[in-house]
């Protein structure tokens, strides 16, 4: 193995003492040797290098990033349910180890050997650059976890988890010690390389925020978004093949309950034809792509947070052009549901008023207001406040003559 970059596998086989209490010495050194066979069989099919034995487990270097994974994949398919009940847990790493005769050293020997005493019974953790070297190439979607805190390591190393189990689709997400539950994670859409680079090397700088892919068009978008569950997709409204608000259209389908994503739109101009189709299909809001970096870093951050906004630039005309290219529409039978005191929430939320705004004007506690404003979205189905500020224009409920439109204000 003459390439310095390799990636290193560590396994470790878990509750490795209790099989010598469950089935006594020589049979639980008999299925330790079944399950070491099985593991090396999978190295040697991927070309892989043993390193060593770690006594519950094996060091691994190899070649390729893609190897390393879908080795990862094979080992837990052929432990899995295997005689005696074992279970695995493989950590993943790529770098330039140091050579010490045999054996290797340094920091991508340390990650890949924490990350594995980090995973769960039947998991496999990546470190970030693995992902971004196989994640594309490997059949199994590779799924963010966030920024883990390792034993040894200075600073918060961001990881992923490869989804190997074929029933990894109904399967419930296993929580992994360490995990930054802050973390935001981004997939930026965009067919321009290099306003992809700016807006990752924006994002990557601000804690709690992780970006897990780049698309360069809708179809990309999409395999990343099942690949990669981000929490915020960055969508280019125009992109070649598939455009932004089909991609998105696509997205939000199949975004599972268990973790929702939201959509932030980009565009060049602060207003076209394609905006009123983009709110339709589900999207929380919109941005310009000259956007101050400080303002791209919050609207991340509110849509994240299951908020909604539109830029301050956009509002104005956008609500203008809802009368124009609205299809004409009957309130819907949802807002029969509203309360007296709904409709007048969701009207001031049309008009583009804060949370804050509204609880002065109708002389009422701001979490009074958040209440109302749950119900408001949970009684007419819709997403968030784009969704509802959509739907009260349809229904007539807010006109852009309205004097008392904020329309200079975004939606938050």
């Not at 455009?243 to 929702?260: C, F, K, V, Y």
């Not at 009368?323 to 007296?340: N, V, W």
């Not at 949970?378 to 007539?396: F, I, P, T």
Request: glycine residues 8%; contains cysteine.
């Amino acid at each position: 193995m003459d390439n310095p970059f390799v990636t290193i596998l560590f396994t470790d086989l878990v509750g490795s003492a209790a099989l010598f209490d469950r089935h006594g010495d020589e049979a639980a050194d008999a299925l330790r040797r079944e399950h070491f066979a099985t593991l090396r069989r999978a190295v040697a099919e991927h070309g892989g290098r043993e390193v060593k034995s770690t006594g519950d487990g094996l060091m691994v270097a190899f070649a390729s990033a893609v190897a390393a994974v879908r080795c990862a994949v094979d080992m837990q398919r052929a432990t899995t349910g295997e005689k005696g009940a074992l279970s695995l847990r493989v950590g993943l790493d790529a770098g330039e180890p140091l050579p010490d005769e045999q054996d290797l050293y340094g920091t991508p020997v340390i990650v890949a050997s924490r990350l594995c005493d980090t995973a769960g019974e039947g998991q496999i953790l990546a470190s970030e650059i693995v992902c971004r070297i196989a994640g594309h190439r490997v059949a199994e979607p590779i799924e963010p976890v966030g920024a883990i805190r390792l034993s040894g390591i200075a600073e918060h190393v961001a990881a992923a988890q490869v989804r190997w189990r074929d029933d990894r689709d109904d399967e419930r997400r296993r929580p992994v010690p360490g995990v930054d539950p802050d973390q935001i994670s981004v997939l930026i859409a965009d067919d321009q390389t290099l306003v992809r680079a700016g807006f990752r090397a924006i994002l990557e700088e601000q804690p709690g925020i992780d970006v897990v892919g780049e698309a360069a068009d809708g179809r990309d978008a999409i395999d990343l978004a099942r690949k990669r569950h981000p929490d915020v997709v960055l969508m280019d409204i125009q992109m070649p093949d598939l455009d932004g608000i089909q991609a998105t259209r696509r997205i939000l389908e199949e975004a599972h309950e268990s973790h929702p994503v939201a959509v932030l739109m980009l565009t060049t101009f602060d207003l076209n034809e394609y905006v009123y189709e983009a709110l339709r299909a589900g999207a929380s809001g919109f941005l310009l792509k000259d956007v101050p970096p400080e303002q791209l870093v919050a609207a991340v951050r509110v849509v994240a947070a299951g908020d909604a906004l539109i830029a301050p630039t956009i509002t104005k005309r956008l609500i203008e052009q809802f009368t124009r290219t609205a299809p004409p529409s009957t309130p819907p039978p949802a807002l029969e549901q509203l309360t007296p005191r709904e409709v007048e929430v969701l009207t001031l939320i049309a008009r583009g008023l804060s949370n804050g705004e509204i609880a002065s004007e109708l002389v009422l506690s701001e979490a009074t207001v958040k209440t109302h404003v749950k119900r408001v979205l949970s009684k007419l189905s819709v997403r968030d406040r784009v969704q509802a500020v959509v739907l009260a224009y349809e229904a007539g409920l807010v006109t852009p003559g309205d004097p008392s439109q904020r329309a200079d204000r975004p939606a938050s």
